[in-house]
């Protein structure tokens, strides 16, 4: 019978075992989805953009109008010198949207003979959201500290607010901006794993309902009509999970460029 | 062929174009009200709600989860842990005042940006 359990795509393969004093680096499937995504990206990109074409034809045009789209979105919640961080904030969103894209095939197979093949989504494992927003803070803290010194702590003493009650409102800055790497990269972790789990779900429904072989078969076509609006619907998300990223990551940004709000 | 209602004055060229134009843009600001209904209203209903409920609950789990290091720390266990989800319920809905207010923001940008277009 064909394997209905909408878990098994994500699991964790090694295509190339490597150990290393004892550590167990083989490079995986995960990794593997994640170098595609880097390579892809960057071949995209340089093959769109090495004419220079000063009137750009449609590969030029599309990476410009992803460059304006970013650069638009730094701008307006970050102002002009967020621009600074522009390379930062666009790797970011390439690299989730295309890692998000990559997760939609629903059968991507490895080129490597003999290994278990599947499609995988690099953003529905937590510790790879929470590398990337642990990254985001990382350089919202270190560059804060760096360009503001002492005075990056103001984001915990906000204006306005009488001496007296510091006692409460700076612990609840505090945990709010610690509670940040977390929320940022659950959203995105969680809004990838449930949206395929539940393609996954109404797609072994169909399989479920043929392997019966018999008239409720045709039954299939109710949760097939589902799996095709579903899949939509996952498109519209890996999009959307991606931009919310990247644009939290622009205001987070903000705080470290202005610590007083 | 052009709707010919409201016939305007054919004999003055320059009458013509000015009620074309006006009527035009009647149509084209109808339209853009319409579709700024339709994406206010579907586009990311969903979205919000997720956002508005990770970040309450995770405010009020980092919380709970300090308090409660703390006591471990300490060796006092009820009583970080109740002052920590008390902070982190605060902590919370800081998080969701405040990206209700910047959603709203950006909102207000949006349509700004939408009538200058």
């Not at chain 1, 995105?188 to 395929?196: Q, T």
């Not at chain 2, 843009?25 to 209904?37: S, Y």
């Not at chain 2, 998080?95 to 940008?109: P, Y």
Request: with cysteine; charged share 15%.
């Amino acid at each position: 019978m064909v394997d209905t359990n909408p878990i098994t795509q994500f699991e964790i393969h090694e295509v190339a075992p490597l150990e290393i004093a004892g550590f167990n680096l083989a490079f995986t499937n995960s990794a593997f989805f994640m170098v595609l995504a880097t390579v892809s990206v960057t071949l995209l990109m340089a093959l769109a953009t090495n004419k220079r074409a000063l009137v750009p034809g449609r590969g030029q045009s599309v990476a410009e109008i992803l460059y304006g789209f970013v650069a638009d979105m730094v701008r307006s919640s970050a102002g002009n010198e967020g621009l600074r961080f522009f390379p930062f904030v666009f790797s970011l969103f390439i690299f989730i949207l295309a890692g998000n894209m990559f997760g939609m095939f629903p059968y991507l197979p490895l080129p490597v003979p003999g290994v278990d093949n599947h499609g995988f989504t690099i953003t529905s494992h937590i510790i790879v959201t929470l590398t990337l927003s642990l990254l985001v803070m990382s350089i919202v803290v270190g560059f804060g500290v760096y360009k503001n010194g002492f005075k990056f702590l103001k984001l915990f003493v906000p204006a306005g607010v009488p001496p007296v009650l510091y006692v409460i409102v700076t612990p609840i800055e505090v945990i709010s901006f610690l509670s940040r790497p977390i929320s940022l990269s659950v959203r995105l972790f969680a809004n990838m794993l449930a949206g395929h789990i539940l393609l996954k779900v109404f797609a072994g429904f169909i399989v479920m309902l043929l392997a019966t072989e018999s008239l409720m078969g045709l039954v299939g076509i109710l949760p097939f009509f589902m799996v095709v609006g579903l899949t939509a619907l996952e498109f519209l998300v890996a999009f959307l999970q991606a931009y919310v990223f990247a644009i939290l990551t622009c205001i987070y940004l903000n705080d470290a460029l202005h610590p007083a709000h | 062929m052009m709707s010919n209602r409201d016939e305007p004055d054919r004999s003055n060229p320059e009458d013509q174009l000015a009620d074309f134009e006006q009527r035009l843009n009647a149509r084209l600001e109808m339209r853009r009200a319409q579709e700024r209904k339709y994406d206010r209203q579907n586009a990311n209903g969903w979205a919000v709600g997720i956002r508005y409920g990770t970040e309450f609950i995770v405010g009020v789990a980092v919380g709970a989860a300090f308090g409660y290091l703390a006591d471990l720390a300490i060796g006092s266990l009820p009583i970080g842990l109740m002052i920590g989800t008390m902070i982190g319920f605060g902590a919370g809905t800081m998080n969701v005042v405040r990206a209700a207010k910047e959603m709203s923001e950006r909102a207000q940008r949006d349509s700004q940006g939408a009538d200058r277009g």
